[in-house]
């Protein structure tokens, strides 16, 4: 909540005021001041932004960060180095298991695009700590050979990207990290409902299943087996059809009791939906319906009727695909 935000802000000022005296903190209140609404194009509550180097042009936003901790980072990455410069194992191995998750940048030399496209994702991922090597020691003892950025959970690798130069921008590094803040499925609730739309992935598939029939397990293992392969570009949403408090999300879906087991793509960014065609819930079937929507192959499903002209104008509002993700969220 907007509330919440402010507290966390007001702890990492304090805090900063300490470590880093010369960041200065304001608040500005823009009910009042609509002429700096309207200069820095205000539309949500709380906005941050950093200005740097005493300019007003081009003040750099501060995006889904919620805790004060994760902010403190976040204003040190953008004022000073971005990454701890590892030159030892025993270094490298502190930043993995200080934290539940560290990215480790291992490069051959410190001066090429990967090193930059990788410095900057640090400063867009101030939840977790980063790292970055050019040691031959360190290298080797973590078996790498060419530029790789490595994801590790609770200790263990488990995401090797390959850095080569201008192949991969800040954007698609940010959206494999974070993946892993979530499990491979995430199932829907008010909780997590928060973090899946933290994680700056577009595509959504859905899975919509009662979690306790007898086919559960087998069609939930089909589904965590294909969402292997699509990490980083489809996120998996699991959706329990028993849970009561999940019925708006049924009812934007357009999903009744005789369809399920059903499985759904949606794109957040044109809201457009897509719906499995085979029934089946194999690995086979959910492999191809990802690679078809990603190949830009998918059967658009379910297209919205218009918003009918008079549909707010009754206490009882009209609501049709187009209108009802708005005005329901």
């Known amino acids: 909540s907007s509330q919440n935000m402010s507290e966390e802000f007001a702890k990492a000022a304090r805090q900063l005021k300490k470590e880093a005296p010369k960041i200065q903190f304001g608040k500005i209140d823009v009910t009042h001041q609509h002429d700096l609404r309207k200069e820095f194009n205000i539309r949500e509550f709380p906005t941050v932004k950093l200005f740097v180097d005493g300019s007003r042009e081009d003040p750099i936003d501060c995006k889904g960060v919620r805790q ?46 990967s090193v930059e496209v990788f410095c900057e994702t640090a400063k867009d991922v101030p939840e977790m700590p980063f790292g970055m090597t050019a040691s031959e020691d360190v290298c080797a003892n973590y078996g790498i050979q060419k530029n790789t950025l490595v994801v590790f959970k609770k200790g263990k690798p488990v995401h090797n990207e390959v850095l080569e130069d201008g192949r991969q921008n800040k954007l698609d590094l940010t959206r494999i990290i974070k993946t892993f803040t979530l499990d491979l499925v995430t199932e829907y609730n008010l909780e997590t409902s928060v973090k899946i739309f933290d994680v700056p992935v577009e595509n959504h598939i859905l899975l919509f299943t009662p979690t306790n029939s007898e086919t559960f397990n087998e069609i939930y293992e089909n589904y965590k087996s294909a969402a292997v392969e699509f990490r980083g570009k489809i996120m998996f949403v699991l959706v329990n059809t028993n849970e009561m408090r999940n019925g708006r999300v049924f009812e934007y879906f357009r999903i009744r009791e005789v369809d399920v087991p059903a499985v759904r793509i949606l794109n957040l960014t044109s809201d457009a939906k897509y719906k499995m065609p085979a029934d089946e819930v194999t690995v086979e079937n959910l492999k191809e319906f990802c690679q078809s929507y990603l190949n830009g192959k998918a059967k658009l499903h379910l297209s919205s009727e218009e918003i009918p002209e008079d549909w707010d104008k009754m206490p009882v509002k009209v609501l049709v695909g187009k209108n009802f993700n708005r005005i329901v969220f």
């Open 68 to 113: 004060a901790s994760a902010f403190i980072t976040w204003v040190k990455r953008r004022t000073g180095p971005s990454t701890v410069l590892i030159n030892s194992t025993d270094q490298a191995e502190a930043i993995i298991h200080a934290d539940d998750l560290a990215v480790i940048g291992f490069f051959k030399e410190l001066h090429n695009d």
